[in-house]
């Protein structure tokens, strides 16, 4: 099984600020990996897929990054509705995976 | 509009069965691969079965095989996980979720509560 391991656990930024959130695979991916958004209460939201395209209706100040056993997610320019929690999945080989996550929260 | 209604969630007692049914709307059901994913309570995410568009195919966690079995009726675009020998560690949150065209899951249903307890 591929393990997917997300740092940091927690990052506490102000609205405007760059968010930049990792995703380490334990063996190569290549660059199926795609990035969710869950708010509390609600459903994950696809936001990247394919380690660097943005889905639709997602917001440019999304990005992703990386290829193999490092990925990236960066949110430039965090606004309000961005503090949530992000999770990590890889679609290369069963069983699919997530990472633990990585909340982002108000400093 | 792509929409994707489960059903079938609630309290159930250890080594009892549930029914879990996701309607989906919108698109072309019978296309698209399908998926079923877990959150327990305060946890991360935890993908539990997929099958293919056909049905034809179908794939399981571990922590799950032999005891789920996830069928689709695209006639009447119905996604079906049925849970034999429950567990109190099956308790979560079970989300459908629709495969896109570049294989992320685009779209999710709003979840159903199983609770599984004496």
């Known amino acids: 099984e591929i393990v997917l391991t997300q740092s940091p656990a927690t990052l506490s930024l102000s609205p405007g600020e760059r968010a930049t959130l990792s995703c380490r695979a334990s063996q190569s991916v290549s660059y199926y990996l795609a990035w969710y958004q869950q708010k509390l209460g609600q459903a994950p939201r696809l936001l990247i897929y394919?380690?660097?395209n943005r889905a639709t209706g997602i917001p440019a100040r999304f990005s992703g990054g990386g290829s193999g056993t490092d990925f990236t997610l960066t949110i430039s320019n965090l606004e309000p509705e961005d503090f949530a929690v992000y999770y990590c999945?890889?679609?290369?080989?069963?069983?699919?995976?997530f990472g633990g996550g990585t909340k982002v929260e108000i400093k | 509009e792509v929409l994707l209604l489960e059903s079938g969630g609630g309290l159930v007692q250890p080594g009892g069965s549930l029914r879990l049914s996701c309607t989906a709307s919108g698109f072309t059901f019978k296309i698209y691969d399908m998926t079923w994913v877990r959150q327990a309570p305060g946890k991360g995410l935890e993908w539990v079965s997929s099958?293919?568009?056909?049905?034809?195919?179908?794939y399981y966690a571990d922590s799950v095989k032999g005891r789920f079995s996830v069928s689709r009726d695209n006639s009447k675009n119905i996604l079906h996980l049925q849970m034999n020998s429950l567990r109190a560690e099956d308790t979560a949150v079970y989300y459908c979720?629709?495969?896109?065209?570049?294989?992320?899951?685009?779209?999710w249903g709003q979840g159903t509560m199983v609770t599984v307890s004496s």
């Open positions: 979720a629709k495969h896109g065209d570049f294989g992320a899951f685009d779209m």
């Open positions: 394919d380690a660097s």
């Open positions: 099958i293919s568009g056909s049905g034809g195919t179908s």
């Open positions: 999945q890889q679609r290369s080989k069963w069983p699919l995976t």
